[in-house]
């Protein structure tokens, strides 16, 4: 007869497993993509400052789109007669273009962030491998230095994709409310709206600049 408690740690201890086994799954192939990279002459290093050089351009296509719906809501807020239902496709599509960049933008910040850790990791590693204290001390002062540039990178970053939730939540229940409406008092609706969205897409840019330079500036001090 199996013991209770015997068949509840095997229990436990597949769980574990099962748990931690996807984790080292994502480890072990990030490392085999950055080891294969080492291989061809590009460092983590070089690959962290693409990634932000990909994350700021997708915060400025970002800008552009977030912008182009502005300009669709102030068309529908001068609306002064013809096809409601053709208003509300322009707009629906300038939801949806917005959303799939807005997406980009955390795609591509996601993306940093596992290659900075992998980078600071490998630093404070081969920080051991100095003989020379002068050398170890200098490296571990830059590397100290690096990490808090990317702290206020990062910080940046997130408080400009947070910024783009609410936007796209008032947009789509602006859309929605078209949609279900298409009439006049829907039109007279979204003039009401207009002026708040306004105010957040204009806020939402200017965190995105913000980010933008600060993007900027640490990839000035990695090359």
Known sequence: MINTDTRSKHSIGRLTLLIALPLLLVSACQSTYYNAWEKLGVHKR??????VEEARDA?????????????????????DG???????K?????YEASR???????SRIDSIDSVAHALFK????????????SFKNESRSQL??????????????????STMEPVLATMRDNVLMLKHSLNARAIGA????YQSIKRDIDALIGEMNDSIERSNQFIASMQ
Do not use: C, H, P
């Open 46 to 51: 070089d690959i962290l400052v693409d990634r």
């Open 59 to 79: 915060q400025e296509d970002a800008q552009e789109q977030f912008s182009s719906a502005l300009e669709e809501f102030s068309s529908l807020v001068k609306f």
């Open 82 to 88: 013809g096809d409601i239902e053709t208003y509300y």
């Open 90 to 94: 322009r707009l629906n599509n300038e």
């Open 100 to 106: 799939e960049a807005a997406d980009e933008v955390s």
């Open 122 to 133: 490998e630093w404070e590693q081969e920080i051991e491998q100095y003989s020379n204290a």
């Open 144 to 161: 100290r230095d690096t990490k808090t540039r990317y702290a206020a990178l990062e910080k940046s970053m997130r408080r400009a994709e």
């Open 190 to 193: 979204l003039r009401e709206e």
